[in-house]
């Protein structure tokens, strides 16, 4: 009875220890074959995908190349244009009447030899501009930076006239007075919000920085020149 009784164990326990390596050896092989099909499923793909993407490179470089027409068309238009700069490069350097005019054509590098000769243009305006008094560079300065737009002795202009303003008193806006001496008019130039007049908006923009020391000093003995009505 205790012999039979202990085979029946036996066989029990070693089934259950058997059952659990089986099924692991089971799920293992599962797990293999599923991965090898994903993975070839996956390879297939890529390799399928890699192919179109080389063959519409391919197809796009064939379609960019240039057709023979496009060939010839480029070097004929290469060619005109070397015609066209021979034909330009023998006109300016030969001699030829101008249709329609009394005007002769001559050849450039004889043209700026006389240009030399004769004095640049730029060499006089500079040469002018030496024999500026520092009056006239001012007045010169007054129009260049547009001053004379708004400080001309106009009705309706958006600053007050400067004409006979230099050495007399000049109503704020802030109800200060003010003498207009050199400081004045320098301090007005460079910070134009720091004294603004009585009944003008505070529009004018401020020149610190933009007139050098040597222009301000020419602007002011302009409007020193003009203080006297």
Do not use: W
Not at 194 to 215: H, L, N, R, W
């Amino acid at each position: 009875m205790s012999e039979h009784h202990s085979q029946e164990n036996d066989y029990t326990d070693s089934d259950i220890r058997l059952r659990p390596l089986v099924i692991f050896l089971v799920a293992t092989l599962v797990v293999a074959a599923l991965t090898i099909v994903g993975v070839k499923l996956l390879f297939n793909h890529y390799h399928a995908t890699s192919g179109q993407i080389i063959a519409d490179v391919e197809r796009q470089m064939l379609e960019a190349r240039p057709t023979n027409a496009v060939v010839e068309g480029l070097g004929e238009a290469t060619e005109a244009m070397r015609r066209m700069k021979l034909e330009v490069a023998a006109r300016l350097d030969g001699y030829r009447k101008i249709e329609g005019t009394d005007f002769v054509q001559i050849p450039i590098d004889l043209a700026m030899q006389k240009v030399v000769a004769q004095g640049l243009p730029v060499r006089a305006a500079v040469k002018a501009a030496a024999e500026e008094t520092p009056v006239q560079a001012g007045q010169r300065l007054f129009a260049e930076l547009g001053c004379i737009a708004c400080h001309g002795a106009v009705a309706g202009a958006l600053g007050p006239s400067l004409t006979g303003v230099y050495g007399h008193e000049v109503d704020l806006a802030d109800g200060r007075k003010v003498l207009a001496d050199e400081a004045y008019v320098r301090e007005s130039i460079l910070e134009p919000m720091a004294s603004v007049v009585a009944g003008y908006a505070p529009v004018m923009p401020a020149f610190k920085g933009i007139v050098t020391d040597d222009q301000l000093d020419k602007l002011v003995a302009y409007i020193k020149s003009i203080g006297t009505p």
